[in-house]
């Protein structure tokens, strides 16, 4: 069971860093904090997945973690500030 948790966490590790290098403005301004937060969210993604491709790391909450944020990086089209205003929506309802 533990093999499914860590393939699915590098999976959704995977979809985390790719959609944010991938990440194409067209037109958004350029927020040099945001640009810097998802450098962070890069850097500890790719420090996740080299723990969990050398299998000092690998829990069920951890998966449900790093799919749950990939979802929301895919949803808000890897733009964090979107992502940002997505979460403080979903709070004020």
Do not use: K, Y
Not at 44 to 70: K, P
């Amino acid at each position: 069971m533990m093999i499914i948790a860590q393939v699915l966490a590098v999976v959704a590790t995977l979809v985390i860093i790719v959609r944010l290098l991938t990440f194409r403005r067209r037109g958004c301004r350029h927020r040099p904090a945001v640009a810097f937060a998802a450098w962070g969210v890069i850097a500890i993604s790719t420090a996740t997945l080299e723990r969990l491709l050398t299998g000092t790391t690998g829990a069920w909450w951890l998966t449900a973690l790093l799919v749950a944020i990939a979802v929301l990086v895919i949803r808000a089209g890897g733009n964090l500030a979107d992502l940002v205003r997505i979460l403080r929506l979903h709070r004020r309802h």
